[in-house]
């Protein structure tokens, strides 16, 4: 199958990068049958990146499948706030962790770093260990809810606290591009009524776990951001948010409210 054919079933399909889709999965093919194969699946909806077993996120190559949530480029601002936020060798966890794209995207631009990636979803966190296996530093995926497989030796001791948690309201779900809507776990996206449950949950656990000058970093939307720096507030964390209109993306950050500003924004006291 020529490029140019492949390109125009992919356009007619709804792929709006349809060129580019198409050069993907040509290098991605090793026969012409498991080409047909992989855009019949496209056709279909299934997501690109589980089709060809990977996403770029942060300029690395995060190994992905079916039914395991693909890496956002919106996310890459929760990314550069955190590494901005870093102090020496910090300790960083993150929650809700999918393929732990923000653990090994941190892990290997920071040096001396030990992580912790944690997710409710069995098949999340084998292809987190997966990923997490190429970094040489300490780095740890751990199966349960929140912050309940975290060894309790880190409390008190978390420099960056990470969370891109389901925020996607239950009654909101069904307008999803089918992309996500039908192949990505729904665990990964629904988060009840307001889209805010998860991140509830992980603000009133977080001061347990935040060292002095530990940052809390959770994925959100312009539109949650009041309601999710609010809810920072009601639970004893300062908090302020960041916007990057490029990526279309919002972050909330809080931190323990006897920590000045100054202390905050210089990520000191590890």
């Known amino acids: 199958m020529g490029r140019a054919t492949l390109a125009e079933r992919l356009r007619i399909a709804g792929c709006v990068f349809a060129d580019d889709e198409a050069e993907l999965l040509l290098t991605a093919a090793t026969t012409p049958e498991e080409l047909e194969q992989m855009v019949r699946h496209r056709v279909r909806g299934v997501p690109l990146e589980q089709i060809v077993g990977w996403a770029e996120f942060g300029g ?10 693909v890496p956002r480029r919106r996310t890459e601002l929760l990314l550069q706030q ?6 020496p060798q910090p300790i960083v966890v993150e929650l809700c962790c999918g393929s732990a794209a923000l653990t090994v995207a941190v892990a290997s631009t920071l040096q001396d770093v030990e992580v912790y ?7 999340a966190v084998q292809w987190a260990r997966r990923n997490l296996s190429r970094l040489s530093g300490s780095a740890v ?6 912050y309940e497989p975290l060894p309790h030796s880190l409390a008190g001791r978390v420099d960056l606290l990470l969370a891109n948690a389901p925020y996607v309201p239950t009654g909101s779900i069904e307008l999803l591009p089918r992309e996500a809507r039908l192949y990505e776990p729904r665990l990964a996206l629904d988060g009840g009524a307001d889209g805010l449950d998860i ?10 776990w935040l060292a002095a000058n530990g940052q809390l970093l959770v994925e959100t939307t312009n539109g949650q951001a009041s309601a999710t720096t609010a809810a920072f507030e009601r639970d004893g964390l300062a908090s302020r948010s960041v916007t990057s ?25 590890h």
């Not at 955190?82 to 102090?87: F, M, R, S, T």
């Open 141 to 146: 995926a751990l199966e349960g809810d929140l």
């Open 60 to 69: 690395l190559r995060i190994a992905v499948a079916p039914g395991v949530f």
């Open 245 to 269: 209109d490029e990526l279309d993306a919002t972050v909330a950050i809080g931190w323990l409210a006897n920590v000045t500003s100054q202390d905050k924004q210089s990520g000191a006291g």
């Open 82 to 87: 955190a590494l901005l936020l870093a102090p």
């Open 117 to 123: 990636a944690t997710d409710i979803d069995t098949a």
């Open 199 to 208: 991140v509830r949950r992980i603000v009133a656990g977080a001061k347990r």
